[in-house]
């Protein structure tokens, strides 16, 4: 073939078959786009981890947009004032910090009663950002503090799944988490809570732990070290971490996963983690003396056995002196141990387990032995309902995970599983641990997930690569690749693994709408604020809390005693910025029982009480009017029954008739006299609160009250909030005596 | 205090009497009509004054003068003159041999009075807490009582022939007033006078007790930072210490009567304030330390926007509440440059109605980098100067500070702020921003790309590096593989185009260049296969690679042969047919062989 021919023959060529040389040229880019699956994957996987970040954060702010950037609860408004005063006065004051704000006249340690992790988070946020220039305001931070979390988690999430099982699995769970309604609830914008950034810390411990045992390597187990300790100064349930680690390597000794790594990281872990979390004041010396650390001490021992084993086994070369050797070490073992732990805490050097533990374990415990405990409603056994409601496709999928999980065992594996199980038992005996069960239903909901859909796509891609080459070799060979196509498959797979599929991204689908319902219905109201729906359907707010509160910030004497039932506590301190008696750090029962006392008593044996506690005002929360029903009135039985808990003066079926808790002309005489009901009913007898009803007629109970004649002798009103939520009375100094 | 005041009086009157004080000039004031509006919490006290020079001498100034007790809550003093219509400067004097009870301003002339000439002046002064409640604490459902005192008899050190005066009171209860000679009550109108020729420094104490419905709003202290942005937004932000000076509550609040309808009880109470804020004001906000307040009400239109804001709770006497509300401005309507300069031209009080400012703080923030500031001011205020830092600040934004005690409705007048700035300066925040990002940015490049492990001899880093090199051999390898893939792709379109044209000499020369291409490859593949099989880090991928190299040199061979078969059937002239069943079982393996090639490549992507 000429050379001088060439050019003019590819040219003809070249108009003459202009499709081939498209499907070619197609063929090539597509080609040439797989060259850099790589890069392509990696840009994929960013973009949908950066889009998940935002999207876990935005998704709550639902309650900033709809009312304010305001703080929501109770507890919150305690970690505000006490942040406020850490960015004012700085780290060492707020340490050494003594509030005679609240518990008069006793009064706080805050710095050696607080985990101080929140705080100092928002604080270093909020010096970074005015470093940075930007002189934002405090509030700001810590709205946005939870939320700010919420998303870091859904990194370490994606990190963690990325660990014990693969990318995708670890997407997924980005994915879920990011929008879960059970973690929602505690992380939406305003919930400035410890559980915020406890939830950030506990995963963070975990996935890096997990990471330590599964390369063995110092460093990781010492980044879970620092990870614990920043558990530890951010919550209590840091407990949570010091059991479940010890009870994890426990079970890989037993299924016999002992390794080196093993060793490493857990002994790492534990050491630093422990010497680290004494440096919190709140924490201290627990950490080496009460009963829910010691597992861990006694795992940490028995690694050193182990270890020590396999030393002497590796020396002996002769297994039957190593059997009776083994026998007397570990039963030695097991008995210095036992009378070590013994004598500790028969001589009180080890303190027994405390109420909330053994309420975890039973949880009946609380119910009969620390009504304080048993009186929060977030502390009652989670009702199936919510398990749905905050879990929803989740907890179908949790089995299917678990199924993956031991078709695929490994030690991450194994630590996720245990994660699981354990937390969901939490979760099922009180609710406000669903939180904690949460990352892991969510990591093995995740992985469920992954395999699915990768089994499915994978069925998927080989048909279609099968069919694609065959469509490459053109139409001369159709014949050949139509029997290729047709062998090595069963029938209908293909269609069967899009049904699959097309059934996943429904439920998937169904999933986000229901988180994003729950959020916006449920999770996203700031109890302070009572929102409702008038007659032509516009938003009527209630915010008779604040007003009240910010009465007493600016209307009464600076060194005034405010008393209230402890729910209050936090909130008075913060907004109206008053000295209280009890508040939401219930740490001395009997204050609050004096204060139970108080309210459950007549008016001149409560005079007394509040004049011992010199107490100037008193203030209750009364729904009567607009139908409120979580006030005082309900939550009465408690504060008798807390009361009575200490004061045996104060019989609770002497407030009850027939067993049952009644306010009408029925209710015990007792009930009709005591403080409480004088000061929510203080002539709500006069006032007509429903057409057609008579005067005096409580719309949160729906009856019409018994005492409708309430004469104060020592008290006179002082406030009540234009809907009656909130009633502040002042105590009157005593009458002169002639 | 107020018996304490009116024995200050008779002080005061015997020792003028006894003084009879030459220091002032002998002006006669020929007709003296006062009338005193106290409908609302301040009096407002409007005079018409006709002055005539009998004396020789001639007169340049002239002197007001008012009790203590009055003196020291003077909010406001303005005089003119009617014709022609000119604002007279007032300033404090303190002439020697006056008591220490009585104050006394002295008003410039527009022109010297000589002999015989007369000269109307209108003065307007307002008081604050003149009107004292008494009693001084009521209960929630009392009325509101106050009192005023003053003279029927104009003070003054000059000789009034005939002066009158008229009190206006609320429409509502008097409960009583001082009766002397020609006093009459018209309605709510309280009229004394005409008095005829009266003494220098006559004095006659009277006491109006009534009723008062007007809010008793005070703002201890108010502090007002108007922010001048220079993209397009002036931010006014306003912090309210509000009280109510009437009456204090004693007893007790009961909300039943304070909402019982139709007599609600707790009238000493307010409800609302009303400001009146600038038309195009936008962006509104009413809050408070513990977060928004929802009760406010807003209308506007072009030549206002009014707001009307409810605090948290209504006010009694003594009750207190700290507020902000804050708003956004349209700089063109504010912001005007004359000679070089530029200047904010912007209202100095408040823009509530019927509110007193105890203590007025006016802080105007100017951008970063303004210079030469100067103020104009329509009255005396204190000035300082301070900085302040907003986002994204360097040096700090200089802000000016305007102090004023006791401000009235009056002061509401514009104040001028110049000063001088370069747009330039505004390009600096966004820079700051971009270089920001782009430090940033570099940083991560340079994270990415430079090597910063510590030990460079440790196992780990050199395994590190040599995968790195196993992995670049690697993707090596597949760009190769998939140039051969192509290359037999395109073996397979020459087949094609022969079955369409049956030109073999086209196809034989597709069949050569491709030839050439596999046979560079391969030798470009070899060394790579060595480095794979030699390297220890990849010794569980090189079997991988050695298999797919076999198995593309099979499907080379597989193609040739499948190619030359083709080739030769066409060259004998074969039915198609004929040369489809010769090559169907070389198209079956090759395809076979092609899908294994292509999991080998996938398996190698995954590494």
């Known amino acids: 073939m000429g050379g001088k021919s060439e050019p003019a023959k590819s040219e003809s060529m070249a108009t003459t078959t202009t499709s081939p040389d498209l499907i070619n040229s197609s063929f090539f880019s597509f080609k040439s786009l797989k060259l850099k699956t790589k890069q392509q994957e990696l840009l994929l996987r960013i973009s949908i981890l950066g889009l998940v970040y935002i999207l876990a954060f935005i998704a709550r702010l639902f309650s900033v947009l709809r009312y304010e950037s305001m703080i929501h609860e109770f507890d919150p408004y305690f970690n505000y004032r006490t942040t406020l005063f850490l960015t004012e006065k700085g780290f060492y004051e707020f340490w050494n910090w003594f509030d005679s704000e609240s518990w008069y006249p006793l009064g706080r340690i805050i710095g050696g009663t607080l985990y101080p992790g929140l705080m100092v988070t928002a604080a270093l946020i909020y010096w970074a950002l005015r470093f940075l220039r930007f002189f934002v305001h405090i509030r700001e931070v810590c709205v946005l503090t939870a939320p700010f979390f919420a998303s870091n988690t859904t990194l370490v999430a994606y990190f963690f799944g990325k660990e014990i099982w693969d990318t995708g699995a670890g997407l997924v769970a980005a994915v879920l988490i990011a929008i879960c309604p059970g973690y929602i609830s505690r992380s939406v914008a305003g919930s400035y809570d410890n559980e915020a950034v406890a939830i950030f810390a506990l995963l963070l411990t975990f996935y890096l732990f997990v990471k330590a045992v599964n390369t063995g390597s110092l460093a990781w187990a010492l980044a879970s070290a620092f990870g614990y300790f920043y558990m530890v100064s951010a919550w209590g349930g840091y407990v949570f971490i010091i059991n479940l680690v010890p009870l994890y390597v426990l079970v890989l000794l037993i299924t016999g996963r002992y390794s080196m790594r093993l060793y490493i990281a857990y002994n790492c872990m534990y050491i630093l983690g422990m010497l680290l979390a004494m440096q919190i004041r709140f924490v201290g010396f627990q950490h080496v003396q009460s009963g829910e650390h010691m597992g861990a001490m006694g795992v940490f021992l028995l690694m050193q056995v182990f270890y020590f084993l396999d030393w002497v086994k590796y020396q002996l070369n002769d297994t039957k002196l190593f059997q009776t050797f083994l026998r007397i070490t570990v039963t030695s073992a097991i008995m210095v141990g036992g009378i070590a732990l013994g004598l500790g805490t028969a001589s009180g050097y080890i303190s027994p387990w405390t109420g909330r533990f053994y309420s975890l374990l039973d949880p009946t415990y609380a119910k009969d032995h620390i009504p304080i405990i048993a009186s929060v409603s977030e502390h009652q056994p989670t009702a199936w309902s919510s398990f749905m409601f905050d879990y929803h496709i989740l907890l179908f999928l949790f089995p299917a995970g678990l199924y993956f999980c031991f078709k695929r065992l490994s030690d991450a594996t194994i630590f996720i599983v245990m994660y699981g199980l354990t937390s969901l038992y939490f979760a099922g005996v009180m609710v406000r641990l669903i939180l904690v069960a949460t990352p892991a239903v969510c990591l093995i909901s995740a992985i469920a997930v992954s395999a699915t859909v990768k089994n499915l796509t994978s069925l998927l891609r080989t048909k279609q690569k099968v069919s694609q080459t065959g469509s490459t070799k053109g139409a001369g060979s159709s014949k050949a690749s139509s029997k290729v196509t047709l062998d090595q498959s069963q029938p209908f797979q293909k269609n069967g693994a899009i049904a699959l599929l097309v059934g996943v991204f429904y439920l998937l689908s169904r999933y986000a709408i229901h988180c994003t319902w729950v959020t916006s219905e449920a999770y996203s109201s700031p109890s302070i604020v009572l929102a409702a729906r008038g007659a032509h359907g516009n938003r009527i707010l209630f915010d008779d809390y604040r007003e009240a509160y910010y009465w007493l910030r600016q209307n009464t004497p600076t060194d005034a005693k405010i008393m209230s039932w402890w729910d209050y506590g936090y909130q008075i301190t913060a907004m109206g910025n008053r000295t209280v008696i009890v508040d939401n750090n219930t740490w001395n029962n009997t204050h609050i029982a004096t204060v139970g006392r108080a309210m459950s008593s007549n008016e001149d044996e409560a005079y007394e009480i509040m004049r011992s506690l010199d107490v100037n005002y008193v203030l209750v929360v009364f729904g009567g009017v607009t139908g409120y029903s979580s006030d005082d009135i309900n939550k009465f039985l408690w504060m008798v029954r807390i009361g009575g808990g200490v004061y045996p003066v104060i019989k609770e079926p002497e407030y009850l008739v027939n067993g049952e808790f009644r306010v009408d002309k029925g209710a015990s005489p007792k009930m009709l006299n005591c403080l409480m009901y004088k000061l929510c009913y203080y002539r709500f007898g006069e006032l007509t609160t429903e057409y057609g009803k008579p005067p005096g007629y409580d719309r949160a109970r729906g009856v019409e009250i018994g005492n409708k004649d309430i004469k104060l002798e020592h008290l006179e009103e002082a406030y009540t909030t234009s809907n009656w939520i909130v009633r502040i009375y002042r105590v009157k100094p005593p009458t002169n005596r002639l | 205090m107020k018996q304490s005041s009116v024995v200050d009086l008779l002080l005061l009157l015997l020792t ?259 400001a009146r804020l600038p038309p195009r004001a936008h962006s509104i906000y009413y809050r408070d330390d513990i977060g928004n307040i929802s009760t406010s009400e807003m209308q506007s239109d072009s030549k206002k926007t009014e707001l009307l804001i409810e605090p948290r709770f209504p006010l009694f006497g003594g009750w207190k509440t700290f507020f902000t509300i804050g708003y956004g401005l349209p700089l063109s309507d504010f912001l005007f440059a004359s000679e070089g300069k530029r200047f904010v031209n912007i209202s100095f009080g408040s823009p509530m109605i019927d509110l007193v400012t105890e203590k007025l703080i006016v802080q105007v923030v100017l951008p970063e980098g303004s210079k030469d500031i100067s103020v104009t001011t329509p009255f005396a205020v204190k000035q300082s100067r301070e900085i302040k830092y907003s986002h994204l600040d360097i040096a700090g934004r200089p802000v000016v500070v305007l102090e004023k005690d006791n401000v009235v409705l009056d002061h509401n007048q514009h104040i001028q702020v110049y000063y001088k700035f370069s747009n330039i300066n505004l390009l600096s925040e966004p820079l700051m921003l971009i270089s920001g990002f782009f430090v940033l940015f570099i940083t991560c490049i340079i994270y990415t790309r430079a090597d910063f492990s510590i030990s460079k001899s440790s196992p780990t880093y050199l ?31 020459s087949l094609r185009d022969l079955s369409r044209t049956g030109d073999i000499q086209t196809c034989k020369a597709a069949r050569k260049s491709t030839d050439s291409l596999l046979k560079d490859l391969s030798k470009e593949l070899k060394p790579l296969q060595g480095f794979l099989q030699s390297s220890p880090s990849a010794s569980h991928i090189s079997p991988k690679v050695e298999e797919l190299v076999v198995k593309e040199k099979e499907l080379q061979e597989k193609l040739m042969a499948k190619h030359t078969t083709v080739v030769e059937g066409y060259e004998k002239k074969s039915s198609g047919r004929d040369i489809e069943n010769r090559i169907a079982s070389q198209q079956q393996k090759i395809i076979a062989l092609r899908q294994e090639i292509e999991d080998l490549l996938e398996f190698i992507d995954e590494i």
């Open chain 2, 463 to 493: 395994a590190k590096l040599q995968w790195d090199e196993v992995l670049a051999t690697l993707q090596e390898v597949q760009s190769i593989i998939q140039k051969c893939l192509a290359a037999h792709d395109k073996l397979e379109a």
């Open chain 2, 16 to 274: 003028i009497a006894v003084l009879a004080t030459p220091a002032f000039s002998d002006l006669v004031l020929s007709k003296v009509e006062r009338r005193i509006d106290v409908t609302s919490q301040f009096a407002r006290v409007t005079k018409t004054l006709k002055v005539v020079n009998p004396g020789s001498e001639s007169v340049s100034e002239f002197m007001l003068i008012f009790p203590k007790f009055l003196g020291n809550n003077l909010a406001y003093l303005s005089v003119k003159t009617k014709r022609p219509v000119a604002n007279l400067s007032v300033k404090k004097a303190d002439p020697k041999g006056i008591p220490d009870s009585i104050s006394v301003y002295s008003v410039g002339l527009p022109k010297t009075l000589s002999k015989g000439d007369t000269l109307t002046l209108e003065v307007v002064a307002t008081f604050t807490n003149v009107l004292q409640p008494f009693p001084e604490k009521i209960t929630q459902g009392e009325i509101h009582l106050v009192m005023l005192q003053e003279s029927s008899q104009y003070l003054s050190p000059y000789t009034v022939e005939s002066q009158s005066l008229s009190i206006k009171l609320p429409n509502a209860r008097i409960e009583s007033y001082s009766k002397l000679e020609n006093t009459k009550l018209q309605g709510s109108e309280l009229k004394y006078g005409p008095y005829k020729n009266l003494s220098p420094f006559s004095y006659s104490p009277i006491v109006v007790h009534f009723e008062s419905k007007a809010a008793f709003s005070v703002a201890e202290k108010l502090v007002r930072e108007i922010e001048v942005s220079h993209w397009g937004n002036v931010q006014v932000t306003e912090h309210y210490n509000v009280v109510h000076r009437g009456a204090q509550l004693k007893g007790e609040f009961s909300r039943l009567d304070f909402q019982a309808r139709p007599n609600p009880r707790g009238a000493s109470a307010f409800r609302h304030l009303l």
